[in-house]
């Protein structure tokens, strides 16, 4: 695939940018066919699917971060000469082509698109078909940016599939795929990975848990949590499980005005069997499978631990990797949380809603990755490429 210079890649961005604000009518006017047929009975599909004027602003200005942020292609990572006169440069190069199959988000078609492009990957689009007005406006604007400036718009491509054509893409490709990023809940992230024949970094599961150690400071536990559950709950960040120590000080009346303050924010909440004893109100955790669920509304569960080391080993089983927070002042248990726990963001006295390119000082995003290959944590610009050994010989042979 030809490597295009820098200032192609920024103009063809720049021009994004300047059709956008120009077509911002026509935007909103696709998105309100996709919100007009919608049925709201899923609510956080529903707060992802909308445009509005703060949306267009968030679109334009990851464009311009990502216009800005350095190319990140054919960047030397080692140069060494070896002993036998061998010359060995390893650089970054793209993927190739990337495949993203996403649900609702119009914001994900522009963020994923200007990320792919300008490091030099061409990208294939599967949005959800709730979506697909506000996609396809998104998509000719990027057509549009590309043939202004002499390119092809094959290196943006929006796919119409159903479930059953997408399924027979993803095992017989009628062009080479080089990696397949599944952003979405846990069927979505099952049929990629049951299907694809290329590599898959997972993306989008949260199910996000927060562990209230017996050192933590009440008043900030609170706001963290109601911060953490309550901000977004369409987020894969968005808070779903609670574990307290029962050995915190004033246990019981703490955890009666954590249950309260939860449901003065309409937060439901569902108990373990130890925390029903204090709770007898609350409503009972009857399946274990619950706390593998991420929710994606305002609901949550609240368990009660008797320390550190049960806290970590439920989260290590249950959540989805994605991201866990604890709630301490004492340094050497938060060491040993997030040292031990294997999510691929931990935090200390923090929402877990900063797990976010923009907010951790990424930039935009493609998704954010629970898988350990080859990144984990934000995909932003830098990490949409792999690398490529360069070798120099004079006629060498091996002895």
Not at 12 to 37: F, G, R, Y
Not at 41 to 57: C, G, S, T
Not at 153 to 165: A, F, G, T, V, Y
Not at 184 to 192: M, S
Request: charged share 25%; with cysteine.
């Amino acid at each position: 695939m030809e490597l295009l210079t820098s200032e192609i890649k920024n103009n063809v961005i720049n021009s994004m940018i300047s059709l956008i604000k120009e077509h911002k009518d026509e935007l909103l006017q696709a998105n309100k066919k996709d919100l007009e047929a919608f049925k709201k009975e899923d609510q956080a599909m529903y707060d992802r699917l909308i445009i509005n004027h703060k949306k267009i602003e968030g679109m334009v200005q990851a464009l311009q971060e990502v216009m800005e942020q350095e190319d990140p292609v054919n960047k030397v990572i080692s140069d060494k000469n070896l002993k036998n006169g061998l010359k060995v440069t390893n650089k970054t190069a793209p993927f190739g082509t990337i495949m993203i199959i996403y649900e609702s988000r119009p914001d994900v078609t522009v963020e994923a698109t200007v990320l792919a492009f300008k490091a030099n990957n061409k990208i294939l689009l599967k949005g959800g078909k709730e979506a697909i007005e506000s996609n396809a406006a998104i998509v000719q604007l990027w057509h549009k940016a590309l043939l202004d400036n002499n390119l092809d718009s094959k290196h943006i491509q929006l796919l119409n599939m159903n479930r059953q054509e997408t399924q027979e893409f993803l095992k017989t490709p009628t062009e080479p795929l080089d990696l397949i990023v599944p952003r979405g809940g846990e069927k979505l992230i099952q049929f990629v990975k049951e299907h694809a024949k290329c590599a898959v970094l997972v993306s989008g599961r949260g199910n996000n848990f927060l562990y209230i150690d017996k050192n933590a400071n009440w008043k900030s536990t609170l706001e963290v949590i109601l911060n953490a559950k309550t901000d977004k709950i369409s987020a894969c960040n968005a808070l779903d499980k609670i574990l307290i120590d029962k050995n915190i000080p004033e246990f019981e009346n703490k955890l009666k005005e954590l249950y309260s303050v939860l449901e003065e924010n309409n937060v439901k909440v569902l108990v373990d069997k130890s925390t029903k004893e204090v709770l007898p109100e609350a409503t009972s955790i009857i399946e274990d499978a619950i706390w593998y669920q991420e929710f994606l509304e305002l609901k949550c569960c609240i368990g009660t631990v008797q320390n550190l080391a049960e806290a970590i080993a439920k989260i290590n089983k249950y959540s989805g990797g994605h991201s866990a927070s604890i709630m301490t002042n004492d340094n050497k248990t938060a060491k040993q949380f997030m040292e031990e726990v294997d999510c691929a963001a931990v935090y200390l006295n923090a929402s877990t809603r900063f797990t976010d390119g923009g907010q951790m000082g990424v930039g935009a995003e493609l998704a954010i990755s629970t898988d350990k290959l080859h990144h984990r944590g934000p995909l932003g610009l830098k990490e949409l490429v792999t690398n490529k050994y360069y070798v120099f010989g004079e006629g060498h042979v091996r002895q």
